[in-house]
């Protein structure tokens, strides 16, 4: 009994193998089992069996050639069985082969778009282009099967054309709603007429608009320097609860002759500290670290459209009472604009503080090229266990933000214990 | 108000610039007694005297040379050449002097000169009469080209031709010296670079010149009973060229079609047809088509000449292929 032998499938994602090799040629003698021919796909090369014993009369693919899966590729049959029948069935090789390659070429792909290029005309293209139109998957109607104006045209009313429920039309002309502005893939239905009427009277009631401001040249700054400042640096975080106890008795009782206020604290008492760790009062530049001698403290002043870093320069060596004096004199110039380019250049280490407005912790972001910057909370009366017995203390969180290219995580966190250390007893610190 | 043929209105406006100015002279093979090979200049010669009106030897680049060096020395000069096919023979003065002289000149000097030559296929002229050679003349920068289609845009741009300071080739279709329409002889000369749609429409742009032009018109009657509007423009001068109003008349149509009697290739329809893509580019909707004569000589069979040049069937079908 004659057969035809065809190209296996050789896997679920299989479409084609290619015919590699021929073990048998054409007149010889095949026995059920034997390697017949070799198939090559995109993942496997493997050696397709014959199925039945006979004589192989007649090879349709030569080797080298890539067939579509089930596609006769020879005929196995008797010595002397005439074939005629199967052949004349069986196109000529080369057509299948090339006309399967041209089928390839022109057939539409599953999403419904067409390889290579499609024939539009420029006027055709330039509206489609300009209304969004995917002209790759419409069907032109020009001289050669061109993509017209008119195709696009169509296209585009297509496009607008609503699609909607018979309730839905009778609803949206009942509620005074515009279907075409009902956005949806799929048909619109009562429901969201209903909806979409809705959304239109809250709409209405809410006049939602929006404002576009022009960026002040601060706004420009803030914008840049904190992304850049984002971008660089490899940042971590770090929040240590300190006891304010000492440090809220030794203000009450300055602020009988003076107001210092806990910033001018923190800030020399920070100060002071920073000179233990140079890292965190460092800068990296290039491939070197700049070490420093002193301290530049930064204090962040909030302004009502802004924000503006004015410096105590050498604040480990000036008294507190200079310090705070100094903080005062250029939180006021910041705030009536009369600050110098010197009075905000050079830091080498930020404070903020925003315990005023009760924030309990917060992740500042480094003032580059600086290495840290020291976030100050509100102080706040905390139930604290203390040998066993609950106590009511004033705790401030501090909240520090570390570049961490130059400042490893035990760094930080041994200057927040020693920085926790000097605060809940200042005047070791200060003496 | 007068009609007159296209022949009477070139003999009109050579006439009325002759009487309004003594410096305005004629001269060519037999245009003087004879009345000219076609009879354009019948009757001048009576009019203005052998002294304006003046045979001259047959070879074209003494009529050429001659031109050029009266319109130098004060005169405005209209030579005519029997056919444009000669021009050829007074190509060198042409481009080389006429062409050239207000450029090299640092445009000190005043060329005020027209040279008429009659073109076209349809007498059965043969190949040596019957050429339509005006890309050769548009080609060269420093001549003006003029090339009516009517009798009234004939008499309106030979006028201008005889006011202009600037070489000005002035073709005639042989077989359109008989067209006729009434004309005002009042009327202003027609500005050159000005391009006139003879007929609107709203779904193809048909630019002709030439006899091209009625047979576009005739082609234009055809394609609307079938429910395509064309619009025919006549540029009526090559340089200056009208872009804008082709232009703006595909933005309307985003097809068009160039039809003129030249040799296809190399012809003043690819210039065209070349500005239309680079400056109209994003309004067509189809390929810029040209429909010329085949590339051969003409031939001098009536029935082949007839085959050679574009007829009205062949621009329907043309403008049909677009749709």
């Known amino acids: 009994m004659a057969k035809k032998i065809v190209m296996p499938k050789l896997g679920l994602t299989m479409k084609e193998g290619k015919l590699a090799k021929w073990y048998i040629n054409e007149g010889e003698h095949v026995n059920k089992g034997d390697k017949l021919f070799s198939i090559e796909t995109d993942k496997i090369t493997n050696d397709a069996e014959a199925t039945d014993t006979g004589i192989l009369r007649k090879i349709l693919i030569g080797a080298g050639k890539v067939v579509p899966i089930m596609e006769p590729v020879c005929i196995i049959a008797a010595e002397n069985e005439d074939i005629s029948d199967l052949l004349t069935n069986i196109p000529i090789e080369e057509e299948k082969v090339e006309s399967q390659r041209v089928l390839e070429k022109e057939n539409i792909k599953t999403d419904g778009k067409r390889d290579g290029k499609v024939k539009i005309s420029p006027v055709a293209r330039k509206l489609a282009d300009e209304e969004g139109i995917d002209y790759q998957s419409i069907m032109g109607s020009g001289p050669g099967g061109r993509i017209v104006l008119e195709d696009i045209q169509k296209a585009l009313e297509e ?60 706004r420009k700054i803030i914008a840049e320097r904190m992304s850049y400042s984002s971008n660089i640096a490899p940042t971590v975080n770090f929040t240590i609860s300190v006891d304010m106890t000492k440090l809220k008795e030794l203000r009450e009782e300055m602020k009988i ?33 700049i070490l420093r001698n002193y301290v530049n403290m930064g204090i ?21 009472g200079e310090i705070s004096y100094e903080i005062k004199d250029l939180s006021y110039r910041t705030k009536v604009n009369q600050l110098t380019t010197d009075e905000i250049s050079e830091g080498t280490f930020t404070i903020t503080n925003l315990g005023m407005l009760g924030i309990e912790s917060f992740t500042p972001i480094i003032n580059q090229p600086e290495s840290a910057i020291l976030g100050v909370n509100a102080i706040i009366d905390t139930p604290v266990v203390e040998n066993g017995t609950i106590l009511v203390k004033p705790i401030m969180k501090l909240s520090l933000t570390a570049d961490h290219r130059t400042v490893d995580g035990a760094v930080a966190a041994i200057f927040l214990q020693k920085l926790k250390e000097a605060l809940e007893n200042p005047l070791r610190k200060l003496l | 108000m007068k009609t007159m043929s296209m022949m009477e209105a070139i003999r009109e406006a050579m006439s009325k610039k002759m009487r309004e100015d003594e410096n305005v002279i004629l001269f060519g093979e037999d245009v003087g007694a004879f009345g000219g090979c076609f009879g354009v200049s019948a009757g001048m010669f009576d009019e203005f005297g052998p002294e304006r009106v003046r045979d001259t030897p047959i070879s074209e680049g003494v009529i050429v040379g001659t031109a050029v060096g009266a319109a130098a020395t004060g005169l405005r000069p209209i030579a005519e050449l029997m056919f444009v096919d000669f021009v050829t023979v007074g190509m060198d003065q042409l481009v080389n002097q006429a062409a050239k002289m207000r450029y090299m000149f640092g445009g000190k000097i005043n060329l005020p000169m027209v040279v008429r030559m009659p073109l076209g296929a349809g007498i059965s002229a043969a190949a040596q009469h019957s050429q339509s050679l005006e890309a050769w003349v548009a080609h060269v920068p420093g001549l003006k080209v003029v090339y009516p289609s009517t009798a009234k845009d004939a008499y309106g741009l030979l006028l201008k031709a005889i006011e202009d300071e600037n070489p000005v080739i002035f073709l005639e279709h042989k077989l359109l010296y008989g067209v006729s329409e009434e004309i005002d002889e009042n009327m202003k000369p027609i500005e050159f670079g000005v391009a006139d749609i003879k007929r609107a429409g709203s779904d193809v742009t048909i630019v002709a010149t030439g006899k091209m032009v009625h047979d576009s018109l005739a082609a234009a009657k055809i394609l609307s009973e079938g429910g395509i509007e064309a619009e025919v423009i006549d540029p009526r001068t090559l340089f200056p060229f009208d872009k804008k109003t082709i232009l703006n008349s595909i933005e309307k149509t985003n097809k068009v079609i160039i039809v003129t009697e030249e040799n296809k290739r190399g012809s003043f329809a690819g210039e065209i047809a070349a500005i239309i893509g680079e400056e109209g580019f994003d309004h067509l909707d189809a390929p810029i088509l040209r429909l010329c004569a085949m590339d051969t000589p003409v031939p001098f069979s009536p029935i082949l000449e007839k085959y050679y040049v574009p007829s009205v069937e062949d621009i329907v079908s043309a403008v049909k292929r677009m749709f």
């Open chain 1, 257 to 289: 002759d003076k107001n210092i206020t806990y910033t001018d604290l923190i800030v020399k008492i920070t100060s002071l500290l920073l000179l233990e760790h140079p890292l965190l009062n460092s800068s990296l530049d290039g491939e070197e670290i």
């Open chain 1, 300 to 320: 962040a002043v909030a302004l009502e459209d802004g924000l503006m870093v004015p410096v105590v320069k050498n604040a480990h060596i000036k008294t507190l």
């Open chain 1, 159 to 218: 496009k607008s054309k609503v699609k909607a429920s018979p309730t839905a039309v009778k609803m949206a002309a009942e509620l005074d709603v515009n279907l075409a502005d009902i956005k949806t893939d799929r048909r619109i239905m009562k429901n969201d007429v209903i909806r979409a009427k809705r959304e239109l009277y809250y709409e209405g009631i809410s006049q939602s608009e929006d404002k576009r401001i022009a960026m002040t040249t601060m």
